[in-house]
């Protein structure tokens, strides 16, 4: 039932609000634009948030490292139940290139080499399996020894003493290297 002091205004309002529309035009506008750049901040938000989520999964995490330790050492660390990973990285030395550069030895085994899967790729070739190979950079390569592939010999001085190495694989760092370089 309809009051008698009731009105259908019904058609009065469709049409302000049309004309409403037609009038603020910039303001419908900077509307429309705010409401995709929240839609786009809030996609963005989720997508860093699974992106670092992922990151944080992918890198290494260590919770202690020891210097010295002796092979008995080492493999009573690997049978401890508590301690998931036990990796070892033996610093074979550094040596002075050309220009004030250095190259750092290192032997890592394969946990290791599991643990710095972020900090290096191995392009070319293998990780060394016996003690006369050598994995080296491959701007080092480039730099030093360019004229060397897989399979040849590049000779260091190492603690005064030459020491040839065959090259069994090309790796490349995932950070800038500002001239110091590292083999495996």
Request: proline share 2%.
């Amino acid at each position: 039932m309809t009051w008698p002091f009731e009105n259908d205004t019904s058609a009065i309002t469709k049409k302000l609000a049309k004309e409403s529309l037609k009038s603020e035009k910039r303001r419908n506008f900077m509307i429309i634009i705010a409401i995709s750049l929240a839609a786009f901040l809030m996609s963005m938000c989720g997508t860093l948030f699974f992106a670092f989520q992922e990151s944080q999964n992918n890198m290494a995490t260590f919770q202690a490292s020891y210097d010295n330790l002796t092979e008995d050492k080492i493999e009573k660390l690997r049978h401890q139940p508590e301690i998931e990973m036990v990796a070892s990285l033996y610093n074979l030395g550094e040596i002075k290139m050309p220009e004030g550069y250095s190259l750092y030895l290192a032997y890592m085994d394969d946990a290791a080499c599991y643990i710095a899967r972020n900090q290096f790729t191995l392009k070319d070739g293998t990780m060394p399996s016996k003690e006369n190979e050598i994995a080296v950079d491959r701007e080092m390569v480039n730099k030093y020894f360019s004229n060397t592939a897989i399979g040849d010999k590049i000779s260091f001085q190492i603690n005064g003493k030459s020491q040839d190495f065959v090259i069994s694989g090309i790796t490349e760092s995932s950070t800038e290297s500002q001239g110091n370089y590292s083999c495996y």
